[in-house]
């Protein structure tokens, strides 16, 4: 398993699994950013798995850089839901 994917899952699968139980109203609309974190973390999750059969270096670092930026998002997002916890 890559080894990104791995670090997403054991940092971000349990907050994930929360927001996707009590993030969203009665229609199943996201209630709030949490919807965010949820969206990005299965973003990242995908790309990552499509980038296993990449093979230029170049793509895989820019494509790091752009991760490192949403996952700086989610935990922001992250702190605002779960300080008072």
Do not use: P
């Amino acid at each position: 398993m890559n080894a990104h994917i791995k670090y997403l899952e054991t940092f971000y699968g349990k907050i994930v699994a929360k927001y996707q139980k009590e993030a969203k109203d009665e229609r199943g609309l996201w209630k709030d950013d949490r919807g965010l974190v949820v969206n990005i973390y299965h973003m990242l999750l995908e790309a990552y798995r499509e980038l296993e059969t990449v093979e230029s270096s170049s793509i895989k670092v820019a494509f790091d850089k752009y991760a490192e930026d949403r996952q700086k998002e989610m935990d922001e997002i992250i702190r605002r839901f779960e300080k008072n916890d």
